[in-house]
């Protein structure tokens, strides 16, 4: 059975740009469960998933290309070989261009928590982080806000987050230095976040998803939902294996 091209329970926020480059190819690689050499040969080959590129080469992923990649992986799971998962998908953007109103992007259903996700805000600037704080836990979300980054390399150590959410701009490459500490964890997503555009800097040290500031709020929570493993595709896909 093909799915719809809007996944039943699948995160759709009225007001984000789901085309912006936001996921690293190692994120969506583990969101997926497929492999990165394949993501990358999936794009050379067929050139129906093509990235953004930032300014040092990175491949950034939008949002609205996971969806298309959840699309492709489960019909390949289905029995299709790639190369007519990939034509179906060519055809379901087609149709999909043509009949969905915003309207109906609107009222897709959200994927609700299915546990107490624990996210550590690492910041410089206290408004910033209320701002997070807040948006966060109206979702459910168990929340620290750090402003030290001392403190906050030492909650990574003792206490590893779901997520963490590091200001990039933190005294003398504090941010930088927390994305290396959460990769070498091997189990902490990072979501790096900055008032300049940083995304090399970022996905270099170990970041999976960045986003310039000012935050928007549901892209925040969108992004941070996803790297925690709560979005209802990712859900699925724990299912099956």
């Known amino acids: 059975m093909v799915h719809a091209w ?3 329970g699948a995160v759709v926020d009225d007001g984000v740009d789901r085309a ?3 996921y690293s190819i190692g994120a969506v690689a583990r969101m997926l ?3 990165a050499q394949t993501l990358r040969a999936w794009e050379d080959r067929y050139q129906q998933i093509v990235p953004i590129r930032s300014d040092g080469g990175q491949r950034l992923f939008s ?3 996971v969806d298309q990649l959840v699309f492709v992986r489960d019909l390949i799971r289905q029995g299709l070989q790639p190369a007519d998962a990939h034509r179906l998908l060519a055809q379901q953007r087609r149709a999909d ?10 009222n897709a259903p959200r994927a609700s928590l299915e546990a107490a996700i624990e996210v550590l805000i690492a910041e410089r600037d206290r ?6 704080d807040y948006f966060l836990r109206t979702e459910g979300y168990v929340v620290q806000v750090v402003l030290d980054p001392e403190e906050a390399a030492q909650m990574l150590r003792d206490e590893p987050p779901t997520v963490l959410v590091v200001d990039l701009l933190m005294s003398g490459g504090a941010g930088l230095e927390l994305c290396r500490a959460a990769r070498d964890l091997g189990s902490v997503p990072v979501l790096a976040v900055s008032a300049v555009e940083m995304s090399d800097q970022a996905l270099a040290a170990g970041a999976e998803a960045f986003l310039i500031k000012p935050l928007d709020s549901l ?3 969108s992004t941070v939902r996803d790297l925690a493993g709560t979005s209802a595709y990712l ?3 724990r299912g099956q294996r």
Not at 97 to 106: I, V
């Open 6 to 8: 809007r996944m039943e």
């Open 20 to 22: 912006e480059g936001v």
């Open 63 to 65: 949002r609205d290309q």
């Open 97 to 106: 261009a043509a009949s969905t109103s915003p309207e109906k992007r609107r």
């Open 219 to 221: 892209q925040f929570v």
């Open 235 to 237: 859900r699925r896909d």
């Open 33 to 35: 469960g497929v492999p």
């Open 127 to 132: 408004y910033a982080a209320e701002f997070a």
